[in-house]
């Protein structure tokens, strides 16, 4: 171990409370941090007692990064198959500045390698404890926080802008489906419906990134953490599956019903298990389709559609079918002059949001370089 690091077990130490209260907040652990308990009637008397500041992490989901510091809760109480670990001088550690060095790929790895070789991969506090951490003087590790803290409010600030502007495209839409003189169309009747490859390319160093549903954001497709192919294979995908800006994907398999527009100005991607809605071919069927895609009738429909038991799926010949209200071509000028401009703010938001969390990811890849 580099004389820089020390081993995280160093610092901390296991919590092992069990409830005896009957009216404390219970919480789940997700990567983005507490979340509602999926169980809600379970035996309280079992579960964990953790405070603030503590680190609740769930052993069996560590390679998702399954992680987080409470910092919302004087006390909680979280299910037994979590662990939990508090700091054990403040003095010398500061909680939010291990959190950093936490959110990190490396820890990622360190926890994906310790999980190896058993049935399920655990990574428990144990294993936790033998990671290396850097820990300079608490003055630096307060900067680094506080430039974290700062980027993340801002990040926070830009995804509650696009909520809010979502849901007004969203009401926009609402009131004119509910119209009862609007014509059903058959989806495919409408626009060109497609799909990605099924195939399975040979993954290269570098290459033409391969989309697929786990990299679709609402506005964002995030090419740096897909697998990369060939010349030949991108170009063979491309064929029938040309992407273009203002195409509409959709995740066929899976989470199924992930939407995501391209806004790139320039698409050098193909996409795999992805549905390719050629919207930028009827540029002014694009609003309509894009929020009935984001609608609760067409949640419904996926809902009552979806297949398979091992992994649920959507078939392209079903999405094909899908029928639909479609208004008049006046209210539909109308719809699209409102909602291209609220469109137009959310693509503007997100290109200054995927900045800010580069840069937030930077701030906590230059924590492995002091």
């Given at each position: 171990m580099s004389a820089n690091y020390k081993k995280l077990g160093d610092y901390i130490t296991q919590r092992r409370e069990k409830n005896t209260a009957i009216n404390l907040p219970i919480c789940g652990v997700c990567r983005e941090g507490l979340i509602p308990p999926k169980q809600q009637d379970a035996d309280i008397s079992l579960y964990n007692v953790f405070y603030k500041n503590d680190f609740i992490f769930n052993p069996a989901r560590m390679e998702l990064n399954s992680i987080t510091l409470n910092t919302e809760y004087d006390k909680a109480i979280c299910s037994s198959l979590y662990e939990i670990f508090y700091i054990n001088d403040t003095s010398k550690l500061l909680p939010e500045f291990l959190f950093v060095q936490l959110k990190t790929d490396n820890f990622v790895r360190f926890c994906e390698f310790?999980?190896?070789?058993?049935?399920?991969?655990?990574?428990?506090?144990?294993?936790?404890?033998?990671?290396?951490?850097?820990?300079?003087?608490?003055?630096?590790?307060?900067?680094?926080?506080?430039?974290?803290?700062?980027?993340?409010?801002?990040?926070?600030?830009?995804?509650?802008?696009?909520?809010?502007?979502?849901?007004?495209?969203?009401?926009?839409?609402?009131?004119?489906?509910?119209?009862?003189?609007?014509?059903?169309?058959?989806?495919?009747?409408?626009?060109?419906?497609?799909?990605?490859?099924?195939?399975?390319?040979?993954?290269?160093?570098?290459?033409?990134?391969?989309?697929?549903?786990?990299?679709?954001?609402?506005?964002?497709?995030?090419?740096?953490?897909?697998?990369?192919?060939?010349?030949?294979?991108?170009?063979?995908?491309?064929?029938?599956?040309?992407?273009?800006?203002?195409?509409?994907?959709?995740?066929?398999?899976?989470?199924?019903?992930?939407?995501s527009l391209v806004t790139d100005e320039?698409?050098?991607?193909?996409?795999?298990?992805?549905?390719?809605?050629?919207?930028?071919?009827?540029?002014?069927?694009?609003?309509?389709?894009?929020?009935?895609?984001?609608?609760?009738?067409?949640?419904?429909?996926?809902?009552?559609?979806?297949?398979?038991?091992?992994?649920?799926?959507?078939?392209?010949?079903?999405?094909?079918?899908?029928?639909?209200?479609?208004?008049?071509?006046?209210?539909?000028?109308i719809f699209n002059l409102a909602v291209d401009r609220i469109i137009n703010m959310i693509i503007k938001e997100t290109a200054e949001l995927v900045k800010l969390q580069e840069f937030k990811q930077l701030v906590i890849s230059r924590i492995s370089g002091m």
């Open positions: 310790q999980g190896q070789g058993s049935v399920r991969e655990y990574c428990r506090f144990a294993n936790i404890s033998e990671y290396p951490v850097i820990v300079p003087d608490l003055k630096e590790q307060q900067k680094i926080v506080n430039t974290y803290n700062a980027i993340t409010k801002r990040i926070q600030l830009k995804q509650k802008i696009n909520e809010n502007l979502e849901k007004t495209a969203q009401c926009l839409f609402d009131k004119y489906y509910k119209k009862a003189d609007l014509e059903n169309i058959i989806l495919s009747n409408l626009i060109d419906v497609r799909d990605g490859t099924h195939d399975s390319p040979v993954f290269l160093p570098e290459g033409y990134p391969l989309v697929t549903s786990q990299n679709l954001s609402p506005f964002y497709i995030n090419k740096n953490e897909t697998n990369k192919i060939s010349e030949e294979d991108y170009n063979k995908i491309n064929e029938r599956s040309l992407v273009e800006t203002n195409d509409i994907l959709m995740s066929m398999i899976g989470t199924v019903g992930n939407i320039k698409v050098n991607f193909a996409i795999k298990n992805v549905a390719l809605l050629k919207t930028s071919k009827s540029m002014e069927y694009r609003n309509w389709v894009l929020c009935f895609l984001k609608s609760r009738v067409f949640t419904t429909w996926i809902n009552e559609t979806l297949t398979g038991s091992t992994q649920q799926y959507v078939s392209l010949g079903e999405i094909r079918k899908i029928s639909f209200k479609v208004p008049a071509v006046k209210d539909l000028e």
